[in-house]
């Protein structure tokens, strides 16, 4: 593991994004692996996060940076990140000043990884750290490895929350009868990406809210790339907290049917 990494604090304002989609594009790789978190209002965890990443990551024989994608936090997410990015120099802070959705900021996240390998994960941890092995190791036969939390290897140490069990199925067939199918778990938040593969779809992406998983993996089917799912190891879960059962179904669903469009103006637009 190289601990050499440049300790400067990477923060990207608003203002500095180029366009409005996030950072620019690296031109080339300079570490192994990119380690994506995006972040809103996570001061209780995120330090102890970027612990256990950094201790499990330092035992790996390839160079690494965890990106902290903060999606306009006002609690002191950020400044608790700045701390971590004087102390270790693989924790890089890009941060947007107005909260505008998981997906803008994995977006932001990716855009701005400078990895071989790309992955996105949760905050909260939510799969085991081990999942970051099993991934690359996919990586190395498939340009996408997306965890699935549905096939027979994957361990489930919780009850899912009421709302899933109440919103997944129907949500998982309005994805299968407009948008895509063939997957057996397109919300799991832990996704990993070949560089180029990671660059050409996010640049695409257009998607801010829950829905952008399935943009992605549309995106992915579209261009051809290999995609492999690998099973997970679920440890705990809030990816739920913040879902309002009265607005955000419709919200989904208004943001498939902006996908499905999407997809089919590109294989329009793709020469034949």
Known sequence: ???TLDKDVTEVAAENTVPAEGPPVPAECTVDLSIVIPVFNEEERIVNT???????????????ELI??????HDDSPTLVREQCVEGGNVRLIR??????????VRRGILAARGEFIVFTD???????????????????????VGSRNLPGSDIEITPPAMRRLAGPIFKAAVRHLVIDGFSDTQCGFKGFRAQAARE????????????????????????????????????????????????????????????KRIRQLERSRPV
Request: aromatic share 8%.
């Open 96 to 105: 947007h000043r107005q909260n505008q959705g998981k997906g803008a900021a």
């Open 1 to 3: 593991m190289s601990p």
């Open 68 to 73: 902290i994608s903060d999606d306009g936090s």
């Open 123 to 145: 905050a909260d941890l939510s799969y085991s750290v081990e999942t970051i092995g099993k991934c690359i190791e996919a990586l190395g036969q498939h340009d996408l490895a």
């Open 50 to 64: 970027i612990t256990l990443l950094d201790a499990y990551l330092r035992e790996q024989l390839q160079s690494y």
């Open 201 to 260: 779809i996010f640049t695409h992406c257009n998607i801010n809210g829950f829905s952008f998983d399935v943009e992605v993996l549309a995106l992915a089917r579209l261009f051809g790339y290999r995609v492999k799912e690998v099973p997970v190891r679920l440890l705990v879960d809030s990816s739920d907290s913040r879902i309002n059962l009265t607005t955000d179904p419709f919200l989904m669903i208004r943001e498939l049917l902006q996908i499905r």
